[in-house]
């Protein structure tokens, strides 16, 4: 049984960090890649951020994130990683974990196969 179980959120002011974990198991994702995605009340899931699981690990970022969330993995847990800086009020959601086998539009839900069950991460001003 796969399971992508995110850890981390919590509550920050503006301007603080957080990191947020998914530990992934249950299969081998070598092809696959990993993306966080985020969701505001009232809005859309939104890409945030991907990385290819094997080869180079070649990172993926929104515009609204580049430079202020990183991206990395740890193939020996299992774990992937977002380190969230800089965090501004807008950053304010319910952020997923997912997985999607390599060559999909990795922008798009859709494309994945497997998600966590999400955590809170809130940012007061």
């Known amino acids: 049984q796969v399971q992508l179980v995110e850890s981390g959120g919590g509550l920050v002011q503006a301007g603080g960090s957080l990191r947020l974990s998914c530990a992934a198991s249950?299969?081998?994702?070598?092809?696959?890649?990993m993306g966080w995605f985020r969701q505001a009340l009232a809005k859309e899931r939104e890409f945030v951020a991907a990385?290819?699981?094997?080869?180079?690990?070649?990172?993926y970022y929104a515009d609204s994130v580049k430079g202020r969330f990183t991206i990395s993995r740890d193939n020996a847990k299992s774990t992937v990683y977002l380190q969230m800086n800089s965090l501004k009020a807008e950053d304010t959601a319910v952020y997923y974990c997912?997985?999607?086998?390599?060559?999909?539009?990795?922008?798009?839900?859709?494309?994945?196969?497997?998600w966590g069950q999400g955590t809170q991460v809130t940012v007061s001003s």
């Open positions: 249950g299969r081998t994702f070598s092809n696959y890649v």
């Open positions: 997912a997985a999607a086998p390599w060559g999909l539009r990795l922008w798009q839900p859709n494309s994945y196969d497997y």
């Open positions: 990385i290819r699981w094997s080869g180079g690990g070649n990172t």
